[in-house]
């Protein structure tokens, strides 16, 4: 099983020691911030973000919160 640590990876991030898009370290920030707590300017986050990350972003917090029967569709409709 593959297991992530959250805190290390978004620390290796801010330092520049881990190669990626903008759009991967959005992703990643918000992951950290979910999975472990770090802290994360969610504003900063989410500007950028393609439909499709975003629509990920918002399933894994909706997820997070507990709605897991809840999805949303890329445009915001439910599913």
Known sequence: MASVDFEEAAHALGA???PCSG???R???IAASIAEGVPVD???AVTGLDEN???LA?????HAAGHRALRMAAGG???
Request: net charge positive; no cysteine; glycine share 14%.
């Open 58 to 62: 918002a399933a894994a917090v909706l």
């Open 16 to 18: 520049g020691m881990l």
């Open 27 to 29: 992703v990643l920030r």
């Open 23 to 25: 759009g991967e370290g």
């Open 53 to 55: 990350n975003a629509a």
């Open 42 to 44: 969610l504003r900063e």
């Open 77 to 79: 409709e439910r599913r």
